[in-house]
């Protein structure tokens, strides 16, 4: 499957933004989705914004509804998170995500499980001060 490399994670004070950008090679097949999830220390991963194959339909855990915006760049094949009003709870390492056939493993409010994901990056850390 194809390789996910993220980008642009950091130290932020709460109210700021941050922009992830996630490069992606080329898929086999094209996924159903791509997407973000994160994992905070201690807690289970959780899935915080997806976007379909039609790049219109989109999905955003609750508590980011509002403040974070995922799109992609099918001419620089680079997925985008905009996180903006962060919070110190939005702190932890964010992983872009792929999924090739449905459901969208990503858009759900239980626990993420990695082992449905047909591929994701390294991660980036988001470190949000209150």
């Known amino acids: 499957q194809g390789q996910l490399t993220e980008s642009g994670g950091g130290s932020v004070q709460a109210g700021g933004s941050l922009r992830l950008s996630c490069k992606f090679s080329?898929?086999?097949?094209?996924?159903?989705?791509m997407g973000w999830f994160r994992q905070a220390p201690g807690k289970d991963p959780e899935g915080v914004a997806a976007?379909?194959?039609?790049?219109?339909?989109?999905y955003y855990a609750d508590s980011v509804t509002g403040r974070f915006t995922v799109s992609r760049d099918d001419a620089k094949m680079t997925l985008y998170l905009e996180m903006s009003s962060l919070k110190s709870e939005d702190t932890g390492m964010y992983y872009c995500?792929?999924?090739?056939?449905?459901?969208?493993?990503?858009?759900?409010?239980?626990?993420?499980?990695?082992?449905?994901?047909?591929?994701w990056g390294q991660g980036t850390l988001v470190t949000v001060s209150s």
């Open positions: 080329v898929f086999q097949y094209s996924p159903y989705c």
């Open positions: 976007l379909y194959r039609s790049g219109t339909r989109t």
């Open positions: 995500a792929a999924v090739v056939d449905p459901p969208c493993v990503l858009a759900t409010s239980n626990t993420l499980k990695r082992n449905a994901l047909d591929a």
